[in-house]
T-cell receptor, first 113, second 113 residues
């Protein structure tokens, strides 16, 4: 069975600083991976996804993520965060032909001035 | 382009009352449909998913049920609400193209008193 671990429950970053949110997955075959963002009281918005090919994927809002098979990781990065990036971030893993995604428990990001 | 709607946005219901939450998708045919629950401070729990009209898969046994009376309509119901049913309910759809990407609605906040 596939699983996703987001080891950081809460991260606080200063505005303008760089950001890295960690995601580790467990899956026997080649996974496909997602990052979603959720603002308070809102639904989830897709930031980016990895299916195959280039292991560094670019997403919306200046985010990127890198797939590292050897480390079973798909960490989300942003070089300079903005106050509007404060939200909950979810990593998810899926598989070809499987309708379901497995979500991590989320990382809450707080931005301080 | 596809859009997804959920209503109501907020609902306060007494314990033991019935529930009906509705989700509709526009702009696509035969989508995969999903109901998730998000309890306060926790991740997403998949409740039900559907790959076609009348086809419902239940992930977690509980006093909720789901129905798909039309291709792009997904309904979450309960005959008698429990306090533990409080939470944020999210509907999502996928295009069922083998590599499933899920797109989320705005959510319904349910408070059972």
């Amino acid at each position: 069975a596939q699983s996703v671990t987001q080891p950081d429950i809460h991260i606080t970053v200063s505005e303008g600083a760089s950001l890295e949110l960690r995601c580790n997955y467990s899956y026997g075959a080649t996974p496909y991976l997602f990052w979603y963002v959720q603002s308070p009281g809102q639904g989830l918005q897709l930031l980016l996804k990895y299916f195959s090919g280039d292991t560094l994927v670019q997403g919306i809002k200046g985010f990127e993520a890198e797939f590292k098979r050897s480390q079973s990781s798909f960490n989300l990065r942003k070089p300079s965060v903005h106050w509007s990036d404060a939200a909950e971030y979810f990593c998810a893993v899926g598989a070809q032909g499987n309708e379901k995604l497995t979500f991590g428990t989320g990382t809450r990001l707080t931005i301080i001035p | 382009s596809q859009t997804i709607h959920q209503w109501p946005a907020t609902l306060v219901q007494p314990v033991g009352s019935p529930l009906s939450l509705e989700c509709t998708v526009e702009g696509t045919s035969n989508p995969n449909l999903y109901w998730y629950r998000q309890a306060a401070g926790r991740g997403l729990q998949l409740l039900f998913y559907s790959v076609g009209i009348g086809q419902i898969s239940s992930e977690v046994p509980q006093n909720l049920s789901a129905s798909r009376p039309q291709d792009r309509q997904f309904i979450l119901s309960s005959k008698k609400l429990l306090l533990s049913d409080s939470g944020f309910y999210l509907c999502a759809f996928g295009l069922g193209q083998g590599f499933e990407t899920q797109y989320f609605g705005p959510g319904t906040r349910l408070l059972v008193l």
